[in-house]
């Protein structure tokens, strides 16, 4: 009886010992350093107006700009830009605001809306996109539909790192919304995990299942269901895809792996719903930063194509 007894006790340390090195893996991986940014469109001599809308899983306050491509709100297709997980809105490193600006040239409307409780708006401060972070996005939309009366072909997803599969997941469920466009996204969590444990970080791959339960316990999170690539492949929704070859943060491999589930067609592709740009000696969220003008260009023509 002693025998078991210990037995049991030894399995329950051991447990015990492997849920608190999966946790400790868990914190590591989710850990977020955050750039907070104080710029405005005003910054770049342009209009916005400061509006907020419900996350309707919380009831949270989330503040957004919009930013017209005119003084009058007109019925031109609107791009809902959804940051990286480490910024608010703007992210002064990699140039949201020329982007907004470029696409603002372009005539487009854009909204834009803060994932942090940098600028007041409450968000949970990790790298994750559960329903919390979804049910932003989806509020974003609404609020196009319900307060703007813009029709759901006419607005376009265009997210960043986290941002870019976000999107990618809320536009493969709502096939209503016109297009998608991602810039250095992930294909899939775990996935992305597994990439980031290399080297002497390799034995912790072991823990990742721990960590997938305390994920789920503690932020009621599925992991498993963190997969753009999954939710893609079921979709028909039009997508452009822009990755770099020297991203250090997404490997490559993941733009590919979402071109694939979109349906791509790396040899001969002819359809005008898939724009894919995997690019040499672009690093994270470089793309725009390397070329502004030809990056503006790429996404006018895509959702000129797609957008009805």
């Known amino acids: 009886m002693d025998k078991v007894i210990n037995t049991s006790k030894f399995i329950g340390f051991l447990a015990g010992a492997y849920l ?47 930013i017209p491509h005119s003084k ?36 487009y409307n854009i909204l ?45 997803l265009l997210g960043f790192g986290f941002g870019g599969s976000l999107a990618i997941i809320i536009g493969s469920k709502f096939q209503n919304i016109g297009a998608i466009i991602s810039d250095s996204a992930f294909a899939d969590l775990e996935i992305l995990w597994k990439n980031s444990l290399k080297g002497i970080k390799k034995p912790f791959n072991y823990f990742i299942p721990g960590a997938k339960i305390l994920a789920n316990i503690f932020l009621q999170n599925n992991i498993n269901d963190i997969s753009p690539f999954a939710y893609l492949s079921q ?33 001969e592709n002819k359809s005008k719903k898939q724009k894919i740009i995997i690019e040499e000696n672009i690093g994270h969220l470089d793309s725009f930063l390397s070329n502004p003008k030809q990056y503006v260009e790429n996404i006018r023509i895509f959702l000129e194509d797609n957008l009805t």
């Open 72 to 107: 009058k709100i007109s019925k031109r297709p609107w791009v809902i830009i959804i940051p990286d997980k480490h910024t608010n809105m703007i992210d002064p490193i990699k140039g949201t605001l020329g982007i907004i600006k470029g696409l603002n040239k372009e005539k």
């Open 235 to 267: 979709s028909e929704i039009p997508i452009m895809i822009l990755h770099g070859l020297d991203d250090k943060i997404v490997p490559p491999e993941h733009g590919r792996m979402l071109a694939r589930a979109s349906g791509y067609d790396f040899v």
């Open 112 to 156: 834009i809306y803060d994932t942090k409780n940098n600028n007041e708006s409450y968000s949970r401060n990790y790298k994750i996109i559960g329903e919390f972070e979804q049910m932003q996005t989806i509020g974003a939309i609404n609020f196009l539909k319900n307060e703007l009366s813009i029709k759901e072909d006419k607005i376009a």
């Open 20 to 66: 608190g090195v999966s946790g400790v893996l868990l914190k590591s991986l989710l850990k977020n350093d955050i750039i907070t940014s104080t710029n405005t469109p005003k910054d770049i001599n342009l209009d916005y107006k400061e509006i907020s809308f419900l996350n309707s899983y919380d009831g949270s306050k989330v503040n957004a700009w919009i």
